[in-house]
C-alpha cells in the first residue's frame, strides 16, 4: 500500500517539478493525505516514538526530493523569488 501511493506522488512530481502536494488537493484527496500523514510519521520518529516510518522510507521519499518541512519550503521559495526581482532590477539599473 505504501509503495502504491509512493508511485502517485512521483507522478504527481513529474507532472509538477516537485512534492509539494497541497494539503486541498482536490484531484487527489487520498495523496494528500498521504503526504501529511508522512510527515507526521517522520516527526514522531524524530522524536523516538511508535512511529510507522522507517530509515528506508525516509531515504525513498527524500531522494524523490520530498520536503519534511513544507511551510520552510513555501518560505524559501518566496524569498528567493524576491531576491531575483531585485536583483533583475538592480541589474537594470532600476
Known amino acids: 500500500r505504501w509503495q502504491e501511493i509512493l508511485e502517485v506522488l512521483i507522478e ?3 507532472g509538477n517539478g516537485n512534492c509539494m502536494v497541497p494539503s486541498n488537493y482536490s484531484s487527489n484527496p487520498r495523496l494528500a493525505t498521504w503526504v501529511k ?5 517522520y516527526k514522531l520518529f524524530q522524536e523516538g516514538r511508535s512511529s510507522n516510518m522507517t530509515h528506508q522510507r525516509i531515504l525513498i521519499l527524500e531522494n524523490y526530493g520530498f520536503n ?3 511551510y520552510t519550503f513555501k518560505h524559501n ?3 528567493n523569488k524576491a531576491i531575483r526581482i531585485e536583483r533583475q532590477h538592480t541589474c537594470l539599473g532600476g
Open 77 to 79: 521559495m518566496e524569498k
Open 12 to 14: 504527481y512530481k513529474g
Open 37 to 41: 500523514q508522512q510527515r507526521r510519521e
Open 68 to 70: 519534511w518541512r513544507p
